[in-house]
């Protein structure tokens, strides 16, 4: 059972950035796969941006130049950098990681979310 630690969320200002977190680097042999989800309240959970297994990168059109996902495999974890923060990007975001334990198992596993809140 594959536990990813996320980091990272907090408070920020309009316009501001924050750096988003996630990854299991004891446990975590590669990632094949990885996305960054967010659910407000009140809404269902949404796709922000992935990495498929293939290497493609995709954004939901609301965050497209705004944010960047990326990995360090060397670490096993993945980041989300959000720049240009706007109040409706506040809520509660989870990371996914589909890839390969030390242990040679497949998993895909979800992150324990963290709460990212943007106001003045």
């Known amino acids: 059972h594959v536990q990813l630690v996320e980091s990272g969320g907090g408070l920020v200002q309009p316009g501001g950035s924050l750096r988003l977190s996630c990854g299991a680097p004891e446990i975590i042999l590669s990632l094949d796969a990885v996305g960054w989800y967010r659910q407000a309240l009140g809404k269902q959970r949404e796709v922000v941006a992935e990495?498929?297994?293939?290497?493609?990168?995709n954004y939901a059109d609301s965050v497209k130049g705004r944010f960047t996902i990326s990995t360090d495999n060397a670490k096993s974890a993945m980041y989300l950098e959000m720049n240009s923060l706007k109040p409706e990007d506040t809520a509660v975001y989870y990371c996914?990681?589909?890839?390969?334990?030390?242990?040679?198992?497949?998993?895909?596993?979800w992150g324990q979310g963290t709460q990212v809140t943007v106001s003045s």
């Open positions: 990495i498929t297994s293939g290497g493609t990168t």
């Open positions: 996914n990681i589909e890839g390969l334990t030390t242990a040679w198992e497949r998993f895909r596993a």
